[in-house]
Nanobody, 119 residues
Framework: VQLVESGGGLVQPGGSLRLSCVASGFPFPFSSYNMKWYRQAPGTEREFVAVITSNRGTTNYGDSVKGRFTISRDNAKNSVYLQMNSLKPEDTAVYYC???????????WGQGTQVTVSS
């Protein structure tokens, strides 16, 4: 089972990045999983960023990213994305992909991708 994030990097304030997360080896169809993004900055706890549900694709966001970030998924490609616009220095963190929501099963985490917002 793997979740592999990509797309992180260094960007100036006000810029954009698009993170991708590709899943492989899951015991259930990718479409069955609620997919989330979390982030963690040095010295802080892991913070919820966004979720997209398994069935209706309902989305929800952390207060700090609402209106700037958009989560989406492509079940045919076993992928989830995070479009990040109007980036701020406080968005600097390692961003993690999460797959869960299967009753009785532990969730899966990716290894993380670094996003740095700096001029």
């Amino acid at each position: 089972v793997q979740l592999v994030e990509s797309g992180g990097g260094l960007v100036q304030p006000g810029g954009s990045l698009r993170l991708s997360c590709v899943a492989s080896g899951f015991p259930f169809p990718f479409s069955s999983y609620n997919m989330k993004w979390y982030r963690q900055a040095p010295g802080t706890e892991r913070e919820f960023v966004a979720v997209i549900t398994s069935n209706r694709g309902t989305t929800n966001y952390g207060d700090s990213v609402k209106g700037r970030f958009t989560i989406s998924r492509d079940n045919a490609k076993n992928s989830v994305y995070l479009q990040m616009n109007s980036l701020k220095p406080e968005d600097t963190a390692v961003y993690y992909c999460y797959a869960g929501g299967i009753v009785g099963r532990l969730p899966y985490w990716g290894q993380g991708t670094q996003v740095t917002v700096s001029s």
